[in-house]
């Protein structure tokens, strides 16, 4: 089972860009379905990119070509790119690994978006 941080919220002004990291601890990793989700006040928390272990990738209508998810299997992390960051986009930011019936969540990352 592995475990996972997730790191590189914080605030940003519309328009701008951060990039979240997941790292995860266990040699496996590489194997693990990863998906990151985003959770906003008062909403439920909503599926916003996955990556496989073959690098295929898919995500929500709302950051197509706006996010873009990658993996560096070397250093056991997945990324999250996002540009030009809208007020829509302040949430709290997970990640997921998920392999059968192993699942595993980080703390999240706060990303604020505001002027």
């Known amino acids: 089972q592995v475990q996972l941080v997730e790191s590189g919220g914080g605030w940003v002004q519309p328009g701008g860009s951060l990039r979240l990291s997941c790292a995860a601890s266990?040699?496996?990793?590489?194997?693990?379905?990863v998906r990151w989700y985003r959770q906003a006040p008062g909403n439920q928390r909503e599926l916003v990119a996955v990556?496989?272990?073959?690098?295929?990738?898919n995500y929500a209508d709302s950051v197509k070509g706006r996010f873009t998810i990658s993996r560096d299997n070397a250093k056991n992390t997945v990324y999250l790119q996002m540009n030009r960051l809208k007020p829509d986009d302040t949430a709290v930011y997970y990640c997921?690994?998920?392999?059968?019936?192993?699942?595993?969540w980080g703390q999240g990352t706060l990303v604020t978006v505001s002027s």
């Open positions: 990556i496989t272990s073959g690098g295929s990738t």
């Open positions: 266990g040699s496996s990793f590489r194997i693990y379905t």
């Open positions: 997921n690994a998920a392999l059968g019936p192993l699942d595993a």
